[in-house]
């Protein structure tokens, strides 16, 4: 009987318990929420403690690094190569976001290589800055070198990458020398996948501006790219055994070609480049050496092309190994007194140094050449030279209007070794005279 009367009361109090939350508006349920949530909190504040402790880390982003916070001092004079090693170490290991403040950071060099353990962002609010001397590295080294990252992302806010190369120009004539593969490319980009660089400048680099290689989904999107025409050897961006990379919008001013694309080239869209001073945008040069990959599927459209040597080309040399360049499309663009402005040229041939005369076995087949308009500095405005060993095939050319202005009279088209497909209005008329080696 005791015992009843003992559970009577506990039941009792339990039901005054439960009338009480529910007259105050909070279920059980709620109070067990509360409790997960203050547990949680206490959880991530110890996450935040822990992730604050990490030299150079951003509190509560264990992984995001600040360049300042680690040493540098971006004053334009000390090198601050240490600071961004560090930075990258960090990040890499575990993704991340490295941060750049504004400022102007002097660099020997950069090195950042992956693999890394997660997605890494470059955030670049600040300007780089080379030193200007002239030494001598690896060939085809780069100042800034980016390799075998996925899923990289370089933010740049409309930086500047200077490169410091007026010394440079001056020592680095490779048709004098043959040494201009010693002198550092200003950003060399190798095996990224799944990656995107956007909103930088590079000025004044000592060789190439940009070098791109082995990468695969690659975009870069508002590029800038800045040296005067007399800077030898400047190639604006080029792009070599690379898979699906797309140039949306970038401003070119060098003093080579403003993009190259090189062997094992697949799947590229050039879009929105508005390219001079400068050699035009190339495919090629091609042959020039044993076992180079096919090029295929290339796209060049809606490109601005003012003051240059060329216009869009494609180049190979005589007596090359066989090779092939095919499915390339130059559509939509625009030439402002622009030196031949359409070119094929399978007797390339600079400072006289090959095999003259022994026909180019690099075979050129499905291009198409459209909406070509504007002006040409010379009076050959289209020129297409063909190997007279592997002719080209299935070249079209459709809706040119290409104007010259000069002494000479007309424009006129050259052609040897093809006959191409034709549509629409063109103008020069095509193929009226025999084309020959040289400007």
């Not at 992302?153 to 990458?161: A, D, R, Y």
């Not at 050449?369 to 050959?380: F, P």
Request: proline content about 5%; glycine content about 12%; aromatic content about 4%.
């Amino acid at each position: 009987m005791v015992g009843f009367r003992r559970a009577s009361v506990m039941f009792f109090v339990v039901l005054v318990v439960m009338a009480t939350t529910v007259a105050n508006g909070t279920s059980l349920g709620d109070k067990a929420k509360d409790a997960a949530t203050t547990v949680g909190d206490k959880a991530k504040d110890a996450a935040t403690s822990l992730g604050a402790k990490v030299p150079g880390a951003v509190p509560g982003a264990k992984a995001s690094c600040d360049v300042k916070v680690l040493g540098a001092k971006g004053d334009g004079k000390t090198d601050d190569c240490a600071a961004f090693a560090t930075a990258w170490k960090d990040v890499c290991a575990a993704g991340g976001t490295l941060i750049v403040p504004k400022g102007d950071y002097l660099v020997g060099s950069l090195e950042l290589k992956g693999p890394c353990k997660g997605p890494v962002t470059l955030e670049l609010n600040g300007n780089l800055k080379a030193p200007a001397t002239v030494a001598a590295t690896k060939p085809h080294a780069g100042w800034i070198e980016i390799d075998n990252v996925c899923d990289f992302t370089l933010k740049g806010n409309n930086v500047i990458l200077d490169g410091q190369g007026a010394l440079a120009w001056k020592v680095n004539d490779c048709a004098k020398t043959g040494k201009c593969n010693s002198l550092p490319i200003n950003i060399r980009l190798t095996g990224l996948t799944n990656s995107k660089i956007m909103g930088i400048t590079s000025t004044n680099s000592k060789l190439f501006h940009m070098n791109i290689i082995n990468c695969k989904n690659l975009t870069l999107e508002n590029i800038g790219i800045d040296a005067p025409a007399e800077s030898l050897n400047t190639d604006g961006i080029h792009i070599g055994r690379s898979n699906g990379v797309n140039l949306i919008g970038a401003k070119i001013r060098t003093g080579d070609d403003c993009v190259s694309i090189g062997d094992g080239t697949e799947n590229l869209i050039i879009e929105n480049v508005e390219c001079g001073p400068g050699h035009g945008i190339s495919i090629g040069s091609l042959g020039l050496y044993p076992n180079e990959q096919p090029v295929r599927g290339v796209t060049v459209r809606k490109c601005l092309i003012k003051n240059t040597d060329n216009g869009v080309r494609i180049k190979t040399w005589p007596g090359s190994p066989p090779g092939i360049a095919s499915n390339i499309i130059f559509e939509d663009i625009t030439m402002d007194n622009v030196s031949t402005p359409v070119l094929i040229d399978q007797e390339y041939c600079p400072h006289g140094k090959c095999k003259a005369g022994v026909p180019s076995q690099v075979k050129l087949s499905d291009v198409i050449i459209k909406n070509i308009k504007g002006t040409s500095a010379t009076k050959v405005a289209v020129k297409l030279m063909c190997s007279k060993g592997c002719p080209c095939t299935n070249i079209s050319l459709a809706d040119i209007n290409l104007v010259h202005n000069g002494k000479e009279g007309p424009a006129v088209s050259a052609c040897s070794n093809i006959k191409p497909i034709l549509s629409g209005k063109l103008v020069p008329e095509a193929c009226t005279e025999v084309a020959k080696p040289g400007p």
